[in-house]
């Protein structure tokens, strides 16, 4: 049974996130938009086995920032953007 794997991402940066993604290498890419300063989202998709993952966020000042991990199902991280 393959269980998800969950990202926790929270957005304590003192700016906005306007949009972005994760990647789930080969697997799919979840998108997700306007985060808010002190908010939080939960992106979660199938981890079938060994995986990793990559976030990519931009702030609402235009700087990037990358994330990554290795996964595997039933996998949780959390994320703090600052």
Known sequence: ????VCVYVKN???????SRYL???????IKFYN???GND?????RGGGEN??????KLSDN?????GEYSEDGY???IVVA
């Open 1 to 4: 049974m393959t269980k998800n």
């Open 12 to 18: 304590e940066s003192g700016q906005n996130i306007p």
């Open 23 to 29: 990647t789930a290498y080969q697997n799919d890419t």
């Open 35 to 37: 985060i808010k300063n």
């Open 41 to 45: 989202v939960c992106l979660k998709y």
């Open 52 to 57: 990793a993952f990559n976030l990519n966020v």
């Open 63 to 67: 700087k990037i920032l990358q994330y």
């Open 76 to 78: 949780c991280f959390d």
